[in-house]
């Protein structure tokens, strides 16, 4: 059982950044960024493999970056040029399976319990 902690959310004006982090309890192969509104669908937002390799959603290439520490198991999502649309709250997940590393993957067991991304215009 790996154990997700997310940091680093918060209130930014547009085009502002932030540094989401999301400390894991152990290694774990895949880990990823989702966000969700209340009503909403989850949408998954970035995901990168041990070896390094990253998806991202459409909507924020080009802003955003994930990366990961392998040796800390930390997991983090820079987020540049933030938009109002940009608001949600925001999940760090994993999972073990070498497969399915993509953000549209169902495979994804463990969750965080969140941290809040605001963006005012």
């Known amino acids: 059982q790996v154990q997700l902690v997310e940091s680093g959310g918060g209130s930014v004006q547009t085009g502002g950044s932030l540094r989401l982090s999301c400390a894991a309890s152990g290694y774990i192969y895949c880990m990823g960024w989702f966000r969700q509104a209340p009503g909403k669908e989850r949408e998954g937002v970035a995901t990168?493999?041990?070896?390094?390799?990253?998806s991202y959603a459409d909507s924020v290439k080009g802003r955003f970056t994930i990366s990961k520490d392998n040796a800390k198991n930390i997991l983090y999502l820079q987020m540049n040029s933030l938009k109002p649309e940009d608001s949600d709250m925001y999940y760090c997940?994993?999972?073990?399976?070498?497969?399915?590393?993509?953000?549209?993957?169902?495979?994804?067991?463990?969750w965080g319990q969140g941290t809040q991304v605001t963006v005012s215009s």
């Open positions: 997940a994993a999972h073990e399976s070498i497969f399915d590393c993509y953000t549209g993957s169902k495979a994804f067991a463990y």
């Open positions: 990168i493999n041990h070896g390094g390799t990253a």
